[in-house]
């Protein structure tokens, strides 16, 4: 039988408010004003079964349904589009090895997108010297004012010419430290082997937190799959 949430007034002025099961609306005020009470809003909230459960109307139980599903949805689309942020945040790694401690390092940089997709590759051989390159990329926001973004670049000279890493911007290990580290290895040539990586922090920034929103979706809309 249907349930029906009330809020009215007794004949002794005295605000009341409560739940009520009746077959329909009209019957509900019939049985309040049965009871001396004066109802002045009503609206059916669910129907009892035998069992003692309340099940919601046709109408909020779709629209509970289509809210879980969009927040499905909406769960999804925010993992791929975390998955796509992070996939196209610029890389590379720096690995420099030596066969002999005290012999000239062959240095390579791998450009890779996200850390993991390698895209090229660079080597060089008798590594000298590193330094680090800085330029201002120029860019317009939305209203058209041009901004200033500054990347910079590790660059490594050898015998044979130079190779460096693609231009990042705010990247995690900064360029300066990186050529500061290098060079104290190259003029050293302790180490056997050097490895030095690079990421650009505002795609993967981004990718996180909406891995986080959509994990929370997806988990909270599950919860309530399973509250059904």
Not at 12 to 32: D, P, T
Not at 120 to 144: F, L, P, T
Request: proline fraction near 4%.
């Amino acid at each position: 039988m249907p349930t029906f949430e009330w809020s009215g007034r007794h004949k002794n002025g005295k605000l009341l408010s409560g739940k009520i099961e009746a077959a329909f609306e009209e019957e509900a005020v019939r049985k309040l004003r049965a009871q001396q009470i004066h109802p002045t809003s009503i609206r059916q909230i669910g129907s009892m079964n035998p069992g003692g459960v309340t099940t919601l109307p046709r109408t909020q139980s779709g629209t509970r349904s289509r809210s879980i599903l969009t927040r499905l949805v909406l769960g999804v689309v925010l993992l791929i589009g975390a998955a796509s942020m992070i996939s196209v945040s610029t890389g590379s790694i720096i690995r420099c090895q030596s066969i002999v401690s005290g012999n000239p390092y062959q240095c390579a940089i791998e450009t890779n997108m996200g850390g993991f997709y390698p895209m090229s590759s660079e080597q060089i051989r008798s590594a000298q010297s590193a330094s680090a390159e800085e330029k201002v990329m120029n860019s317009y926001d939305s209203q058209k004012r041009l901004r200033g973004t500054r990347a910079s670049r590790v660059i490594i000279k050898g015998d044979d010419g130079s190779i460096s890493t693609p231009w990042m911007q705010y990247p995690y290990r900064n360029s300066e430290e990186i050529a500061t580290e290098l060079n104290a290895q190259l003029d050293h040539r302790s180490a056997l082997s050097l490895e030095y990586r690079q990421i650009e922090i505002a795609p993967v920034v981004v990718g996180i937190i909406c891995a986080i929103a959509g994990i929370w979706l997806l988990i909270s809309s599950i919860r309530k799959l399973v509250q059904r």
